[in-house]
């Protein structure tokens, strides 16, 4: 061999080695925490809670739920706290025009970039029509939330994935009928995972419009019985720390970019001990590249 075939074999060699460490080198920006999580805690001691969820090394907390406390008093013990609460959830009758314009002024002061919208009512998400009609009010709430600079979006669960009577599905409802500026989604990992859905193909089809996801494991799927029928409450018990379940986490987070994930919050429904359990989801996080 020589020099000159050596030299650009090595060039090329240096070239591929530097480009796999760029290829796993990427990280989690942010890792914040759904205070759902902790929410007997914060009950009984809000100030507590969320000083200990500081000294966890989270930076970023998802309220569900004030307890009591006025916006004022929330900002302040988050700056003491060296915290910021980018996002919170919301019922869906808080969307209603004579409580929204209240949650968006708390929302501002308490420094939210985002209100999100966790849950549907069941008799309000039984048909297409349905869902189309929350689709409307969905964007009539983003557009007055974007006027007050703060961000709409909704967080699913499984049923979003079921199909209705017309085999549509919800979920694919509410994303080609929403604003995609008015409304963004927060998608919750480990629900679409158990409702038999890949996260992967939503990123592609709906580049962008996933600034947030909640970030949870679980151990399994449900398994149909003989009409073909799942539990889906069952998967609240195979819920695990992030990292002790089967999600593929670093095969999502590489396509975050494609998402447009800003903000990743762990969850988890019913912890054991659920200061053990952020701090062991946090610390598999922290460490993940991809």
């Not at 975050?256 to 912890?271: C, L, Q, T, Y």
Request: net charge neutral.
């Amino acid at each position: 061999m020589d020099r000159r075939h050596f030299l650009g074999t090595i060039s090329a060699a240096t070239l591929l080695s530097r480009r796999l460490s760029f290829a796993d080198n990427h990280r989690i920006e942010k890792i914040g925490v759904q205070l759902y999580t902790v929410r007997s805690e914060i009950k009984n001691n809000f100030e507590g809670t969320l000083a200990q969820v500081a000294q966890i090394a989270y930076k970023e907390v998802e309220f569900a739920g004030y307890f009591g406390h006025s916006p004022k008093d929330i900002r302040a013990i988050l700056d003491r706290n060296g915290l910021t609460g980018p996002s919170s959830h919301a019922e869906y009758k808080v969307l209603a025009p004579d409580q929204w314009p209240q949650a968006l002024e708390a929302g501002k002061i308490i420094g939210h970039e985002y209100i999100v919208n966790p849950w549907v009512p069941e008799e309000l998400r039984k048909t297409p029509d349905d869902w189309r009609r929350v689709a409307d009010n969905f964007n009539r709430a983003g557009s007055q939330s974007k006027k007050a600079g703060i961000q709409f979006a909704y967080h699913n669960h499984w049923f979003e994935f079921q199909p209705l009577a017309d085999g549509q599905l919800p979920y694919d409802i509410l994303l080609k009928n929403c604003d995609a500026s008015l409304v963004k989604m927060e998608l919750d990992l480990c629900w679409i995972t158990v409702a038999g859905k890949d996260p992967l193909q939503y990123f592609s089809s709906y580049p962008g419009r996933f600034p947030l996801v909640h970030v949870k494991d679980t151990k399994g799927i449900p398994k149909a019985d003989a009409t073909g029928a799942q539990d889906f409450g069952s998967s609240m018990k195979e819920m695990t720390e992030v990292g002790s379940g089967i999600i593929d986490w670093k095969r999502i987070f590489a396509k975050s970019g494609e998402a447009g994930i800003k903000h990743s919050f762990v969850e988890h429904d019913n912890p054991n001990s659920p200061f053990e359990s952020i701090t062991k989801s946090y610390q598999y996080l922290q460490q993940l590249r991809f």
